[in-house]
């Protein structure tokens, strides 16, 4: 299945709006939909092209799954009540980490979150409110990536012959398919979505869980969650695409009150990008990484080693997982 694209020179931003918004009200009909906002810009766009269409025949939730940045939910709940959307939080964050328990490798990772946020948490909602469809951000990035191998998105599936319908029970609508990431962008302010929104940092499906090597474990979540709070408060005023830090499954030597401490190695990505195809490292000034580097060695538990990446996608890629 091949996607057209419309690209950000091609992108008429009111009449993609209309577009949508009549593709999405003919597609759902009298019926209802949901769907699942996390707060990044393709989700944000999506919740409210899905309300210009379908009011309150939308039901919006936000999944609190335990892999979230701090305060994030509830942020983005009084966010969008400002906007006139009432989202719904739900706390499935048991059924998250049962789901994640012993698995170490990536890819079985952005299964079980797949699985368990399609089948088990979204497959349970869609059987009580009887909706017929899930709205989601899906974009084009997410499709190349995923159909050629380099990384499985958790939210493609007819590119690759998945059936949702048969799969989990409803059929998907994916508005923003044929923008990339610069496009949405567009697309959300033109919705009336506050700059903080539209030019928000991309942000993982499987969240800081693909900020993790190894076991996703609520412990190592934690700890990846105050370093995330660290590197995005010193690097907010950074001109970069993305940002992240990421925790390491190995342990490294280190010292701590003159003793050795076999402790844990927190990693620094920060990228400069366009659309998130390719990406180079942002040249940070050597005290900027030093501020990062005292800052996680004081304040995250247990950490011994801070490094920063300086590879640039291709080959590496944007996330570590």
């Not at 993982?204 to 090597?213: E, F, K, Q, T």
């Not at 011994?304 to 291709?314: L, Q």
């Amino acid at each position: 299945m091949k996607t057209d694209e419309i690209t950000l020179h091609e992108l008429n931003t009111e009449q993609f709006i209309e577009e949508k918004v009549k593709e999405i009200s003919s597609l759902v009909g009298s019926g209802t939909a949901i769907n699942a906002l996390s707060g990044g810009v393709d989700s944000s766009a999506v919740t409210m092209l899905g309300h210009k269409a379908l009011g309150k025949r939308l039901k919006t939730y936000f999944i609190e799954n335990g892999l979230m940045r701090k305060g994030e939910p509830q942020k983005i709940v009084d966010l969008f009540k400002n906007h006139g959307v009432e989202v719904i939080l739900l706390d499935a964050k048991e059924e998250f980490f049962n789901a994640l328990e012993g698995i170490t490798d990536p890819e079985q990772k952005r299964e079980a979150i797949t699985q368990t946020f399609y089948k088990s948490v979204f497959g349970k909602l869609v059987e009580e409110s009887g909706a017929k469809y899930l709205l989601q951000g899906t974009i084009l990035t997410d499709v190349d990536e995923t159909v050629a191998g380099i990384k499985r998105q958790h939210n493609v599936f007819e590119q690759l012959g998945i059936d949702p319908q048969e799969a989990f029970g409803y059929k998907i609508i994916e508005p923003l398919v044929q923008l990339r990431k610069d496009g949405v962008r567009e697309v959300a302010e033109a919705l009336g979505l506050p700059a903080s929104v539209y030019n928000r940092m991309p942000f993982p499906g499987p969240a800081l869980s693909a900020r993790v090597i190894g076991e996703a474990t609520p412990e190592k979540i934690e700890l990846v969650r105050q370093a995330t709070v660290i590197t995005e408060e010193i690097l907010s005023d950074v001109d970069a695409f993305q940002y992240m830090a990421i925790l390491h499954n190995d342990r490294v030597t280190g010292m701590r009150d003159g003793r050795r401490d076999f402790g844990l190695q927190i990693e620094i990505r920060c990228w400069n990008s366009i659309d998130a195809r390719t990406a180079t490292p942002t040249n940070l000034p050597y005290e900027t990484l030093m501020e990062l580097s005292g800052r996680i060695l004081e304040e995250v538990p247990g950490v011994v080693s801070v490094t920063y990446n300086i590879a640039s996608k291709p080959p590496s890629t944007m996330e570590a997982i």
